[in-house]
């Protein structure tokens, strides 16, 4: 005899109650209402997209990740469609570090010729398509932001999925750091609508990093040196610069560097010593000036919950941003990573054909500000607000009168629901308190004839025979 499989989700993907989902949706809807006060406008773009858009876009790394789609129908029993490599078994043994470059092509060939189509990565490359594809209906400079889940073929572990949802605002087609200023306002603006004091939102500049590493002579090793300095607060001084010496960057650049280890203070502090390092530098001198810039207007402005901090340790996708770079902290106290990031991208686009289209975006962690308002207590206790009253089945006239009473609660906007059986009374109680729900309904004969209610709060166990009109007062 067969027994029934049990139940289960790939790893990696999670199921969502009701209280989980009304907790998201409550993030969710906080975060739009800000976009749309800022004037981003929505967009959505497919789950999946062709291969070759996602394909070589975010590194070797990256490409291993993608989860591609196998071609639907019978397309393997067709003559002539796929040439198998001879070798086949052999390459789908080796890493993707091991494979020559002819290899490489080889295994391409095959697995295109199974799938032409894959799940979508993250949202920017999307829309870099978006905007290239749609750019003669676009107005410049574009504003919009996307809410979507994106799939990484990851290994699961805690707080990393394979799927799960980006949240991110991004404007193309302007260089002016306004922007840059309007984000870090975003930002503070999101923050203090969903209660969540404190947070930090650290700030850098692409081309400081590039200054540092013009002035110790590393050019040639930028990625180096910056995952080395982004370790600081991990590991420490001593080991930063141990790191640095195995990757080959001199005793004289490292001692260069010494100002940078005791960086402290405010903003104008930092900037002051920022600008003694970088006094030859010409690149960094101007990633300087654009930080002044974003500051002092942030000073204007005022922040109503959030601190803008420089941290020159601040490095993120170092190949990809090319200006500001930020990255949001949770308050002190609550060990999380970063709850959102974002930067300046000169040419996004570029990778579609449409050149010298710059932008700057910043994305929202989902997940992880969920888990922090959890932490914290700041969910709202009405969010999770269910049915508030459900009326009793006694048979089928009685039920007939209750659905009469309960289309005009929910015409008031009142969630009231009719028990679907004459079950049992201890039943159909115990389904109400099972739910949570506040209040319940008893039509019996009696209240038939003389066209009351009684309303039941279940809290206290107290009970009062109401007309309709008092019922729909005291449900109000």
């Known amino acids: 005899m067969n027994m029934a499989q049990k139940p289960s989700i790939p790893k990696g993907t999670r199921d969502f109650n009701a209280e989980a989902v009304a907790k998201r949706s409550y993030i969710i809807e906080t975060t739009k209402e800000q976009f749309q006060l800022y004037g981003f406008q929505p967009i959505e773009t497919p789950s999946f997209e062709n ?5 070589g876009k975010y590194g070797d790394e990256g490409d291993r990740l993608i989860f591609k789609i196998l071609n639907s129908g019978n397309f393997l029993f067709e003559k002539n469609t ?33 799938s032409g189509k894959a799940l979508r990565y993250d949202l920017t490359v999307p829309f870099a398509r978006y905007v290239v594809q749609h750019q003669n209906d676009i107005v410049f400079p574009f504003k919009r932001y996307q809410i979507q889940p994106v799939w990484r073929a990851d290994r699961p572990q805690k707080g990393r999925f394979r799927e799960f949802y980006q949240c991110d605002a991004d404007v193309v087609g302007s ?38 590493a013009e002035v110790i002579g590393a050019q040639d090793k930028l ?4 995952v080395a300095l982004d370790k600081l607060d991990k590991i420490g001084e001593e080991k930063v610069k141990e790191e640095m010496r195995s990757k080959g960057i001199s005793e004289e650049g490292i001692s260069k560097l010494q100002p940078l280890f005791s960086l ?31 500051n002092t207007a942030i000073s204007n402005l005022k922040l109503k919950t959030a601190t803008l ?37 000169d040419d996004l686009t570029s990778i579609f054909g449409k050149p010298d289209t710059s932008g700057v975006g910043i994305s929202f962690g989902l997940d992880r500000i969920y888990l922090v308002l959890e932490e914290l207590g700041l969910f709202p206790n009405t969010i999770t607000d269910a049915t508030k009253v459900l009326f009793i089945n006694f048979g089928e006239k009685e039920a007939l009168a209750c659905l009469e009473a309960v289309t005009q609660l929910r015409q008031k906007g009142i969630k009231a629901e009719l028990y ?13 308190n099972r739910r949570n729900i506040p209040y319940v309904v008893l039509v019996g004969k009696e209240e ?29």
């Not at 390459?91 to 092509?105: H, R, Y």
């Not at 200023?181 to 969903?194: G, H, P, R, S, T």
């Not at 010593?273 to 002044?292: F, N, P, R, T, Y």
């Open 51 to 55: 291969s070759e858009t996602l394909m």
């Open 82 to 114: 796929i040439e198998l490599p001879e070798s086949l078994n052999t390459l789908m043994l080796k890493s993707l570090d091991e494979l020559s470059i002819s290899e490489k092509i080889e295994l391409n060939k095959f697995t295109d010729g199974i």
């Open 175 to 212: 260089k002016s750091l306004f922007q840059e200023v309007e984000f870090v306002q975003l930002y503070d603006a999101v923050f203090n609508a969903l209660k969540l004091d404190g947070v930090t939102i650290k700030i850098n500049n692409r081309k400081i990093l590039s200054g540092i």
């Open 223 to 226: 990625i180096d040196f910056t």
């Open 264 to 294: 402290k203070g405010d903003f104008g502090n930092q900037v002051k010593s920022l600008k003694s390092i970088l006094s030859v530098s010409e690149i960094g001198l101007e990633g300087i000036k654009e930080l002044e810039f974003i």
């Open 309 to 345: 901090q420089l941290d020159v340790t601040l490095a993120r996708g170092l190949n990809y941003y090319t200006g500001a770079i930020f990255e949001v902290s949770a308050p002190e106290g609550v060990k999380m990573g970063s709850i959102g990031g974002g930067g300046r991208y």
């Open 420 to 432: 679907p059986d004459a079950a049992k009374m201890k039943k159909q109680m115990t389904y109400a």
């Open 448 to 476: 038939l004839e003389s066209k009351m209610f009684t309303l039941k709060t279940m809290e206290t166990g107290t009970q009062e025979k109401l007309k309709l009109q008092d019922l729909l007062q005291a449900l109000l």
